[in-house]
């Protein structure tokens, strides 16, 4: 079965940082490539980034580019997003997902 767990999120002041984890299980990690999704309050699901199955591929939403930056570390069967100089519009849930596959999502709140 596969699984995806984030953790991570919370609250944090505009132009801080903080760094989503997801830890996934139940399929080969190092053959797919990974997403981050969010979902902002009261709004549709948004693709934020991608990363290859090898880690060498990045690609990023306008919104969040130059100030997100996606990893992963296939060892682990782990990926992250590393997201500084939050804005209050990147408040959200965030989820990481494979395909079909979701997590449960870890709320980032951007609030002064």
């Known amino acids: 079965e596969v699984q995806l767990v984030e953790s991570g999120g919370g609250l944090v002041q505009p132009g801080g940082s903080l760094r989503l984890s997801c830890a996934t299980s139940?399929?080969?990690?190092?053959?797919?490539?990974m997403n981050w999704v969010r979902q902002a309050p009261g709004k549709g699901l948004e693709w934020v980034s991608r990363?290859?199955?090898?880690?060498?591929?990045?690609w990023y939403a306008d919104s969040v580019k130059g100030r997100f930056t996606i990893s992963r570390d296939n060892p682990m069967k782990r990926f992250y997003l590393q997201m500084n100089n939050l804005k209050p519009e990147d408040t959200a849930v965030y989820y990481c997902?494979?395909?079909?596959?979701w997590g449960q999502g870890t709320q980032v709140t951007v609030s002064s």
């Open positions: 997902n494979m395909g079909d596959s």
């Open positions: 990363i290859n199955s090898e880690g060498k591929i990045t």
């Open positions: 139940g399929f080969t990690f190092s053959s797919y490539a």
